[in-house]
């Protein structure tokens, strides 16, 4: 059962356009999401993150907006660069869980010159 | 100066053998995780260890067992390896359980079983 879920496997962008990747959710007492980027050969690095009590999230050009009556997330990157390449999950959790995280499969983000 | 290192990188070995992936955090966090990415992708926790307690346990097989021999490490034995452990392991560790955002996650193994 695929309680989080990233339809997009890949995305491409231009640099210095927006990205925008997308994460859907089936569980409704998920209350906190988290955004993770990932390299080859790496570890999953924690990116934002954005609790059920707020619709945004923004740290410089990364912005995480949550609409908790569609069940959906997304992350916007403006202005895109050549180094946000990269695999990111989108992860879920419910409060009170000893951090357990829930992850989606991931959108792999190429940002193209 | 890595935070949380696993060893091996790579761990290629027949079915049937048990192996074990080792874990080491040096950022003096107390919990510490193994999670499981799958050929589909899909990255799920396994186990997780607060002060060398064992706070999660998720629906994996007995021959799977952590072990905490202290704060610093979680090693991973997996006994009679079948096909189907093939995957990419991560261990990662947390300031605090209650905070997700604060986990730092290795490398990751490689592990292949033939």
């Known amino acids: 059962d695929q309680q989080v879920k990233q339809n997009s496997p890949s995305l491409s962008v231009q640099e210095g356009r927006i990205s925008i990747l997308n994460c859907d959710y089936t569980n409704s007492m998920f209350d906190y999401f988290l955004w993770y980027k990932k390299y080859p050969a790496e570890g999953p690095t924690f990116l934002i993150s954005?609790?059920?009590?707020?619709d945004k999230n923004e740290d410089g050009r990364f912005t995480v907006f949550l609409n908790k009556s569609a069940k959906h997330l997304s992350l916007h990157i403006v202005p895109s660069q050549p180094g946000d390449s990269a695999v990111y999950f989108c992860a879920a959790s419910v409060t009170g869980t000893a951090s357990k995280l829930t992850f989606g499969t991931g959108t792999r983000l190429q940002v193209t010159l | 100066d890595t935070a949380v290192s696993q060893t091996p990188k790579y761990l290629v070995t027949q079915m049937g053998n048990d192996k074990s992936i080792k874990c080491e955090q040096n950022l003096g966090h107390d919990t510490m995780y193994w999670y499981k990415q799958d050929s589909k992708k899909f990255l799920k926790i396994m186990f997780s260890?607060?002060?060398?307690?064992?706070?999660i346990n998720e629906t994996v097989p007995n021959r799977f067992s952590p072990k905490s021999p202290d704060k610093a490490h979680l090693n991973l034995h997996i006994n009679s390896l079948e096909l189907g452990d093939s995957a990419v392991y991560f261990c990662?560790?947390?300031?605090?359980?209650?905070?997700?955002?604060?986990?730092?996650f290795g490398p990751g193994t490689r592990l292949l079983v033939l």
């Open positions: 954005i609790s059920s009590i707020k």
């Open positions: 990662a560790s947390s300031q605090d359980p209650g905070r997700p955002e604060t986990q730092y």
């Open positions: 260890y607060n002060n060398k307690e064992l706070i």
